[in-house]
C-alpha cells in the first residue's frame, strides 16, 4: 500500500495553502516596493508590478512574476529595459526578503526569486492574431452559415 506524499503535486494545481500564502507574499511585496526606497540605478524611478507570486509546497520558496510599469510601451523609459530592473530586483531580494519577514505572518519568510512576467506579451500577441483580417474574415464567414 503506497502512501501519497503532501509534495506530489504532479498533475495538481497549487494548493489552497499555496495560493493564500502567495497572495499574502505578494500583497505585502506590493506594500514594500511602494513605500522603500532601493538604492540601484535600474531601480530609481521605476514603477514595479507584482502581478504573480507562486510559492513551493513547503512554502519556503516564491518565484515573484514582476512587469516594470509601462513596459509594453514603446516610449516609456522602462521598455526594453525589463530585464534589467528584473536583475536588480533578484540582487535585492535578501534585502526585501528581510523587509517580507517583518511584514508577514508566516512561520517561515520565503527565499525570493524575482522573474519577468510575460503573460501581458502573450495576451498582446494573441490581440494582434485575432486582429488579422484573415481572421476576420474567417469569424465573419462562421457567422454567415449559421
Same mark, same amino acid.
Given at each position: 500500500m503506497s502512501r501519497r506524499k503532501h509534495s506530489d503535486t504532479a498533475g495538481h494545481g497549487p494548493s489552497q495553502r499555496q495560493l493564500r500564502a502567495g497572495?499574502?507574499?505578494?500583497?505585502?511585496? &506590493?506594500? $514594500?516596493?511602494?513605500?522603500?526606497? $532601493?538604492?540601484?540605478?535600474?531601480?530609481? #524611478?521605476?514603477? &514595479?508590478?507584482? %502581478?504573480?507570486?507562486?510559492?513551493?509546497?513547503?512554502?519556503?520558496?516564491? %518565484?515573484?512574476? &514582476?512587469?516594470?510599469?509601462?513596459? #509594453? $510601451?514603446? %516610449?516609456?523609459?522602462v521598455a526594453g529595459h525589463e530585464s534589467e530592473v528584473v536583475k536588480a530586483l533578484n540582487a535585492h531580494a535578501k534585502f526585501l526578503r528581510g523587509l517580507l519577514g517583518r511584514r508577514i505572518d508566516m512561520k517561515f519568510t520565503p527565499d525570493l526569486r524575482f522573474r519577468h512576467d510575460e503573460s501581458f506579451e502573450v495576451a498582446a500577441r494573441m490581440d494582434a492574431l485575432l486582429a488579422d483580417p484573415r481572421v476576420q474574415a474567417d469569424l465573419q464567414d462562421d457567422g454567415d452559415e449559421e
Amino acid at each position: 500500500m503506497s502512501r501519497r506524499k503532501h509534495s506530489d503535486t504532479a498533475g495538481h494545481g497549487p494548493s489552497q495553502r499555496q495560493l493564500r500564502a502567495g497572495e499574502l507574499v505578494r500583497h505585502a511585496l &506590493v506594500d $514594500i516596493l511602494r513605500e522603500e526606497d $532601493i538604492h540601484d540605478e535600474a531601480l530609481s #524611478g521605476v514603477s &514595479v508590478t507584482v %502581478t504573480e507570486v507562486r510559492l513551493s509546497p513547503d512554502l519556503k520558496h516564491a %518565484t515573484c512574476f &514582476v512587469e516594470p510599469l509601462g513596459a #509594453g $510601451i514603446d %516610449t516609456a523609459p522602462v521598455a526594453g529595459h525589463e530585464s534589467e530592473v528584473v536583475k536588480a530586483l533578484n540582487a535585492h531580494a535578501k534585502f526585501l526578503r528581510g523587509l517580507l519577514g517583518r511584514r508577514i505572518d508566516m512561520k517561515f519568510t520565503p527565499d525570493l526569486r524575482f522573474r519577468h512576467d510575460e503573460s501581458f506579451e502573450v495576451a498582446a500577441r494573441m490581440d494582434a492574431l485575432l486582429a488579422d483580417p484573415r481572421v476576420q474574415a474567417d469569424l465573419q464567414d462562421d457567422g454567415d452559415e449559421e
